[in-house]
């Protein structure tokens, strides 16, 4: 081939599923105008509830003397797992090999990207005096000293920080084709319009020549096997800020494996709920279709069952042990006020994923997402039940008390939910939520197997322009 | 203008504005004048002053930490005889008394209606005015005083100045068991005050109803004492056993606390002499003089055991232990002098030293000792007793009162409701009362005159709680005073001047400090440590040490022959009487956190948890689990308490340590206005108790009131520590529990090297004999 | 080197709780009012722990007065992003207030929850703040405070005995809640003097430290009463 390398594959006229996932970036959409506006009003009570918290100071809460950690860290634990969804699709599928995985890539990865925005705001959030939040990071200043490197919290910073880097790296260097390809439709049909200028800038002179592929590829493929550990290591060293303390039902070598377990396994459930939403809302039923959802779901029930053997080593131990502060704890967790919280995760988290998704119909793309609702909500509830129930039973009892979440702290979790939809609402509006090339590159090989008369992947080339 | 002039001019303006612009937000920075004078202390310096404590009546010695004129910290006296460097809670919030927001500090004059407290500002000027005159027109025989210094200078000055007015003698509130007490000291005993329970050396202690270590008498002294009986001897540790009908902080710390019924504790007194009387082991002097006292047979062991509620054997072993002890003592009063027959259980247990023979012996009882400064000030006339003039303000006397002067009291809020001696102080003319704060009586008054508190002011005042040798403590101000407050005793010196002659003349004093000078002058020769000085130069080294303090203990002599039919007891047992309309006995009691009421309105007071509920900021009802399971009632849960006097409302606090059919109310809260901390707060238990008096006193039966509940709806109180629903802490304890092996506070493994280096050394006081052993 | 110690012995103290107004007093700690006290929110550095055991009428108390212990291997001091909370080389556990932002890490991490937030700042309203000890900063909102074994009068002995040119003396130095109890049951000083007060009652056979068995290597050390009690002989059979 000569001349030049168009980077569109299609004509503007054809009607082809990819014009489903391009009609939310062709102009405004009224279902997107409306949720972004609804989350963006939540995104202001977030600066209403957070201002009226550093004004008030953080007495506002409903923290008190022993629960000096409650919704702020339940809810950065929730977020920073939530984050795991991306990393476990894109790059353990990736460097597996599964190709089901690329129509879901993309969603997963902005979950990623998002739900560490909103996570990394909380340790701000939950600062006595967050103004002074850069004490915690490792920057000269005057007064000549650094952080605390043995604190799991400014571990904490260094780990969400890279992750947040590599994940945002992640996401932005498979968008490059795909910026190109809407460069491309938008100079053709609107060439001073504002998208035009807009994706001319995002596609940063994108080809699409082989070495452009080539280098891109090399990328993708580094930080998918780097991401790996960065993820485990990020929800591991988040887990140790609990285990690395010597309270009860903390102190637990079994922390880091289980947060992480549990950070995918929540991870799934908030990306099976995406996928429901963009899969009903965008009409991208070609894409998030019945297979991805089987597969995915078949990937949630295993989550299941390790998250279920985590929690049943951890507690059975815990008992066996009979150590005096940690039954305390057990038992107001089994028994006492964190029963009711206890045990709907347990229904939540291993009765129903385990009953519904070992069946077919169960792994539907509406029941899976139930399903992961489901989930969801028991893995907020776990993260709880670990912050608030051992801190209410401290060793020394005569100092045990409750903790009554204050309207601020509603509030603002709220609010953080508006605000990771904000952002997902802000980025279906300018990127495509299923990445174009990664698809097309899939039916290309997959064609490809078909007419040597394998399914394994030999090629790894872009179709021919026309 | 001169130029000179100008630039004077334009500089002083240009360095006042600076200096504004300089003082920084709310008077950040302090601006000191460049000169000051040679020996004051340099701004941040700190100086301190000795002075006394009165925040009760025990009159600890104190000095007091002032940088820039302020008092920033209250410290104990270490060479003061009554409390020896301590100080108590209520002692240390005595800076929120005197820097409280909610002071009054100008004289006030009514203006709204009588009882709504709405004042206006007046002149100590237009006060005294007013005072004066209506004392004038009033005929003496309508004329009431109401004091709180009973047996010291202030109050001798107000017994004179109503003898000079020919008014009745004034009429002194004071802690509720102790004219009860006094009495029964003085029949046992032949003393005219209350005895000094010699507890520091003593090798066994029986407490019958006094709760030495709560708000009784002197608690710092009497806490120091059990200190060092128990841990200043080294090898011999004193016992200390307390009979007492509730758990007070004094019961929790006993070895052993005999969970008596309430108002049986004569009872329990009398079954022990027996036991002693048939042992043998009583000299027979003073057997004798105990059967003069005691002529009747004493009850039979089961029949008193059935009685008191303590199981025979328990009572068998405390007489043994008490008759094999060297040096022991029995201290009586407290809450046993509350019930009807509280006389009877006074006197037999103070009964119990004159059969031991404690008296005058080191550890036993010893005669309350005094310099007697306020001798012959005024007549020695008995004062009236508030329960006298609580009838004649109901009209039931021989002459209405016209006039009332309160000084330095709070009778409404600490006297029984019962008494009505809110609506009836309401009905008389003038009401005067001396006060820094808007007491329930404050907000009766017509007329306000401020008083000073403890650091602002001049005085000389004797501890009315002997410690066995004579004190009388002295104190100057110690920081500049606050507004116009003044003492009561310059009142009534500036009120006798005023009144002008015959009056003025028996008041030749131009003020307080010139009378107690001239009082030292006439006493100089009996005070220790005075050869060779001048009064005014004793008085300043008085001041310096902080009082004057005596040596030599008095003598007790043991009581003649009395007339014993006073002690027999009438009624046995206050709760025998089986009430089904209401089935609980209600015990009030003086927390150590307010006192009898007077520390409701120091932030620091309220937010100390109670030491047994851990409740902050409230009062409370105590009751028994089983009480609280059988009316359905939670930790917490508001509930109506109504007796036949009155009702009130208040939470529920399950307390483990109270007995079934009793409930215990702290004393102190509900007051209606006293300042922003205590206005509205918690309920005054003394709403309920009903007139009962005391038999053969005129003193109210003040734990005698029954009581019946009603659960409203659920609550929760502000508590400090955990509420007792831990079941894993009432396991039984073990014979021979010893706490290192079981307690969750002991040590696991030996202490490490370096606490363990070096050899003790014997000649310390306070160590026990040590052997290193290892632990665990 | 000094290790600062203190040795509380429980047979005498009362819990009247003088040494918890005392503190007060001394390190200008705030009162939060009833609201927020009843959230369990009241800074009272020392507390008295008052322990039933038994049941009516053999019921028993203990009371144990617990502060900061000045751990020689505080769990508290790892975990602080900032250094807000160090030991200092003479034994104290220290408590840096302008470092603190408010993670409250070290608070969760106190086995013996002797840890305290300011949720607030203080309020004293006029003329309570001239009660006000110059020596102790007021620590804004968002901001951990603790015992501080009265470092201030620690530090106020330590440059007299300087400016006089010799060592502080045994007992020179006495914090505030050791000065007020009327007991005298908390004595103070350097544990690692082997002739001062508190090192020769530490060695008392009735010593013990509270949660010695974590391995914080507290500096407060306790002396235990007897076993108080009846004797349990069979006198409660009727």
């Not at chain 1, 779901?297 to 502060?325: D, K, P």
């Not at chain 2, 008077?27 to 002075?51: F, H, I």
């Not at chain 2, 809450?335 to 009807?340: D, M, T």
């Not at chain 2, 202490?751 to 290892?774: A, F, H, N």
Request: net charge negative; charged share 20%; hydrophobic share 40%.
């Amino acid at each position: 081939m000569s001349g030049q390398i168009h980077s569109s594959g299609i004509k503007p006229t054809e009607q082809t599923p990819e014009s489903q996932l391009l009609k939310p970036l062709g102009g405004p959409q009224p279902g997107l105008i409306l949720g972004s506006l609804v989350t963006g009003a939540l995104v202001a009570l977030l600066f209403y509830c957070w201002g009226y918290q550093i004004r008030y100071d953080i007495g506002v809460t409903g923290l008190s003397r022993p629960n000096f950690w409650g919704f702020y860290i339940t809810n950065f634990v929730f977020w920073i797992g939530i984050s795991h969804a991306g990393t476990l699709i894109s790059a353990i599928l990736r460097v597996t090999g599964a190709e089901w995985r690329r129509p879901v890539t993309r969603c997963a990865e902005a979950i990623t990207v998002f739900a560490l925005c909103v996570g990394g705001l909380l340790p701000l959030i939950h600062l006595g005096r967050p103004w002074l939040f850069y004490y915690m990071m490792p920057i000269p200043s005057r007064n000549l000293l650094w952080p605390n490197f043995n604190s799991p919290l400014v571990w904490d910073i260094l780990a969400i920080t890279t992750y947040l880097t590599g994940s945002v790296l992640y996401l932005a260097l498979p968008l490059l084709p795909d910026f190109a390809i809407l460069r491309d439709r938008n100079l053709r049909s609107n060439p001073s319009g504002f998208r035009a200028r807009l994706y001319s800038l995002l596609a940063a002179g994108w080809r699409g020549t082989p070495q452009q592929w080539h280098s891109l590829e090399q990328g993708i493929r580094v930080m998918a096997i780097i991401i790996i550990p960065v993820a485990v290591s990020v929800h591991t060293i988040v887990s140790w800020d609990f285990a690395m303390t010597l309270q009860p039902m903390w102190h637990s070598t079994i922390f880091g494996p289980y947060f992480v377990v549990g950070a995918i396994y929540s991870g799934i459930a908030m990306l099976l709920v995406t996928m429901y939403i963009l899969r009903r809302g965008l009409g991208l039923q070609q894409y998030l279709s019945d297979a991805v959802f089987n597969n995915l779901s078949l990937l949630f029930i295993a989550m299941a069952l390790i998250w279920a053997y985590f929690t049943f080593a951890e507690h059975l131990t815990v008992f066996y042990g009979n150590e005096h502060a940690e039954m305390a704890v057990y038992n107001e967790r089994i028994s006492g006020q964190f029963a009711p919280y206890f045990w709907t995760m347990i229904v939540l988290n291993i009765a129903v994923p385990v009953f519904v998704l070992a069946f077919r119909a169960g792994r539907k793309p509406l029941a899976s997402a139930l399903v992961g609702i489901g989930v969801i909500i028991g893995m907020w509830l776990e993260r709880y039940i670990i912050v608030v129930g051992t801190l209410s039973v401290p060793r020394l009892a005569y100092t045990s008390g409750g903790y009554q979440p204050s309207w601020v702290e509603i509030g603002i979790m709220i609010s953080l939910f508006g605000l990771f939809g904000f952002l997902y609402f802000m980025f279906l509006q300018f990127a495509p939520i299923v990445s174009i090339w990664e698809v097309r590159e899939g039916e290309h090989i997959a064609h490809l197997g078909k007419a040597i008369g394998t399914s394994e992947p030999m090629l790894r080339t872009m179709p021919e322009e026309s | 203008m001169r130029r000179r002039d100008f630039l004077k001019a334009t500089t002083l303006a240009t360095g006042v504005s600076l200096l504004e612009a300089c003082s920084g937000p709310e008077g950040q920075y302090l601006v000191q004048p460049a000169r000051r004078k040679p020996g004051s202390p340099l701004p941040g310096e700190s100086t301190w002053v000795p002075g006394m404590c009165q925040q009760c009546s025990a009159g600890c010695g104190i000095q007091v930490r002032i940088v820039d004129g302020n008092a920033r910290k209250i410290e104990g006296n270490p060479n003061h005889p009554v409390n020896l460097g301590g100080v108590c809670a209520l002692g240390q919030s005595a800076l929120q008394e005197l820097y409280n927001p909610d002071r009054i500090l100008v004289p006030q004059r009514r203006v709204g209606d009588k009882g709504t407290g709405t004042f206006e500002d007046t002149t100590w000027e237009d006060g005294l005015t007013a005072a004066v005159e209506t004392i004038a027109r009033t005929s003496p025989d309508r004329i009431a005083i109401i004091g709180a210094d009973r047996s010291g200078l202030t109050g001798a000055l107000w017994r004179r100045f109503s003898e000079a007015l020919g008014a009745p003698a004034p009429a002194f509130v004071e802690a509720l068991e102790l004219e009860v007490e006094r009495r029964a000291a003085q029949i046992v005993l032949g003393v005219t005050d209350i005895p000094y329970f010699d507890v520091s050396h003593s090798d066994y202690v029986l407490s019958i109803g006094s709760a030495f270590l709560d708000r009784w008498r002197s608690p710092v002294h009497y806490t120091r004492a059990l200190a060092e009986m128990r841990r200043g001897r080294p090898g011999r540790r004193g016992r200390f056993v307390q009979a007492e009908a509730r758990m007070s902080l004094t019961a929790a710390n006993a070895d052993e606390w005999l969970a008596v019924r309430p108002g049986a504790e004569g009872i329990l007194a009398r079954t022990l002499a027996g036991i002693l009387l048939s042992s043998g082991k009583i000299e027979n002097d003073n057997a004798a003089r105990y059967r003069k006292l005691f002529p009747e047979d004493p009850p039979r062991l089961e029949e008193g055991a059935a009685l008191c509620a303590i199981p025979a054997k328990k009572i068998e072993r405390i007489a043994a232990e008490l008759a094999a002890a060297e040096n022991k003592v029995v201290v009586a009063g407290g809450s046993a002098a509350g019930h009807q027959d509280g006389l009877f259980n006074v006197a037999a247990s103070l009964g119990l030293n004159v059969l031991l023979g404690t008296l005058g012996k080191p550890g036993g009882v010893f005669a309350p000792a005094s310099f007697g400064l306020e001798d012959g000030i005024a007549p020695k006339t008995e004062p009236t007793s508030m329960a006298e003039l609580a009838t004649r303000l109901r009209g039931e006397g021989p002459a209405p009162v016209d006039l009332l002067i309160v000084a330095d009291a709070d009778p409404v809020h600490t006297l029984p409701a019962s008494w009505q001696l809110h609506a009836t102080m309401a009905n008389v003319g003038m009401v005067i009362v001396l006060s820094s704060f808007r007491t329930d009586t404050t907000l009766l008054a017509d007329l306000v005159l401020p008083l000073n508190t403890q650091l602002e002011r001049f005085d000389a005042v004797a501890p009315a709680a002997s410690i066995g040798v004579p004190v009388v403590n002295f104190s100057e101000p110690s920081v500049e005073p606050l507004g116009d407050a003044r003492h009561p005793a310059d009142v009534v010196l500036a009120m006798a001047a005023a009144l002008g002659e015959p009056i003025a003349s028996q008041f030749p004093w131009a003020s307080f400090p010139r009378f107690v000078e001239a009082r030292i002058e006439e006493q100089l020769e009996q005070l220790p440590g005075s050869q060779g000085m001048t009064a005014s130069a004793f008085i300043r080294l008085a001041v310096e040490r902080g009082g004057i303090f005596g040596e030599e203990p008095p003598s007790l002599v043991p009581p003649g022959p009395l007339d014993s039919t006073i002690l027999t007891s009438e009624v046995t047992n206050t709760d025998a009487r089986e009430d089904g309309e209401y089935p609980f006995l209600l015990l009030p009691f003086e927390s150590i956190k307010t006192g009898d009421g007077r520390g409701a309105n120091r932030p620091w007071l309220q937010e100390l948890p109670d030491p047994m509920s851990t409740i902050m900021w409230n009062s409370w009802l105590e009751l028994s689990p089983v009480d609280a399971a059988n009316l359905g009632i939670q930790d917490g849960d508001r509930l109506s308490v109504q007796s036949s006097a009155g009702s009130l409302e208040i939470q529920a606090v399950i307390d483990p340590a109270v007995r079934p059919g009793v409930v215990g109310m702290p004393l102190g809260h509900g007051h209606q206005d006293y300042g922003r901390y205590a206005s509205g707060r918690g309920a005054n238990p003394l709403d309920l108790v009903e007139q009962t008096q005391v038999i053969r006193t005129a003193a109210p039966a003040w734990a005698a009131t029954r009581v019946r509940i009603k659960r409203l709806r659920s609550g929760a109180l502000s508590r400090f520590g955990r509420s007792y629903t831990n079941e894993e802490e009432t396991e039984d304890i073990p014979v021979g529990w010893a706490p290192q092996e079981t307690s969750r506070y002991a040590s696991a493994r030996p202490l490490p090297p370096d606490l363990t280096q070096g050899t003790p050394d014997p000649g310390t006081t306070e160590l026990p004999v040590v052997k290193r052993r290892r632990l665990g | 080197m000094t290790r600062w110690g203190m040795v509380i012995d429980t047979d005498i103290c009362t819990g009247c709780e003088g040494c918890v107004v005392a503190c007060h007093a001394e390190n200008n700690i705030q009162t939060v009012g009833e609201e927020e006290a009843a959230k369990g929110r009241a800074m009272h550095w020392l507390r008295i722990e008052r322990h039933y055991e038994g049941t009516f009428p053999d019921i028993k108390v203990r009371f144990v007065p617990v502060l900061c212990q000045h751990c020689g291997d505080a769990p508290c001091e790892p975990v602080c992003p900032t250094y807000a909370t160090y030991r200092t080389p003479d034994g104290l556990n220290a408590m840096v207030y302008n470092r603190c932002i408010g993670t409250r890490y070290c608070a969760n991490n106190c086995p013996y929850t002797v840890r305290f937030f300011n949720w607030h700042a203080g309020d004293w309203p006029a003329p309570l703040d001239r009660q006000l000890n110059p020596d102790v900063s007021q620590r804004p909102a968002g901001v951990m405070e603790k015992c501080t074994f009265c470092v201030q009068r620690i530090h106020d002995a330590q440059d007299t005995a300087k400016d006089e040119g010799r060592e502080v003396a045994d007992g020179e130095i006495q914090p505030a809640c050791a000065q007020s109890c009327p007991a005298q049951a908390i004595t103070f000083g350097d544990l690692n003097d082997p002739d001062s007060r508190v090192a020769q009652l530490a060695r008392s056979d009735r010593a013990t430290r509270i949660l010695n068995d974590l391995g914080t290597d507290p500096s407060v050390v306790y002396l235990q009463g007897e076993n108080r009690g009846n004797q349990g002989n069979g006198e409660n059979t009727p």
